[in-house]
């Protein structure tokens, strides 16, 4: 899985097929735009899927403050863009820890 996290960063391509597939996924409502509650309930899947531990809510309100750069408590899609470019460097860098 490192690897392909790698293989993800490393390639703007890649990196922008996997961030559209991503929003396309975690839009569930379908109004170009991400909300608090789909974001918790993606971060819950991916983690379920990869094994981690499940983020708490306090990380989620973080992530949407932090990467909602025009205040109006959704993530578009270059918002969502740059939260996954951290959220995938995170991965990576919890992989590679000793």
């Given at each position: 899985m490192e690897e392909a996290f790698k293989a993800?960063?490393?390639?703007?391509?890649a990196f922008k097929e996997f961030s559209d597939e991503m929003f396309?996924?975690?839009d569930k409502d379908g109004n170009g735009l991400i909300d608090d509650s789909e974001l918790e309930?993606?971060?819950?899947e991916m983690t379920e899927v990869m094994k981690l531990p499940k983020p708490n809510k306090e990380f989620v309100t973080k992530m949407m403050e932090k990467?909602?750069?025009?205040?109006s408590g959704q993530?578009?899609?270059k918002e969502f863009e740059s939260f996954s470019k951290y959220y995938l460097e995170n991965l990576l860098?919890?992989?590679?820890k000793d």
């Amino acid at each position: 899985m490192e690897e392909a996290f790698k293989a993800i960063l490393n390639n703007d391509q890649a990196f922008k097929e996997f961030s559209d597939e991503m929003f396309k996924n975690t839009d569930k409502d379908g109004n170009g735009l991400i909300d608090d509650s789909e974001l918790e309930k993606a971060l819950n899947e991916m983690t379920e899927v990869m094994k981690l531990p499940k983020p708490n809510k306090e990380f989620v309100t973080k992530m949407m403050e932090k990467y909602d750069l025009d205040k109006s408590g959704q993530l578009d899609h270059k918002e969502f863009e740059s939260f996954s470019k951290y959220y995938l460097e995170n991965l990576l860098a919890s992989f590679t820890k000793d």
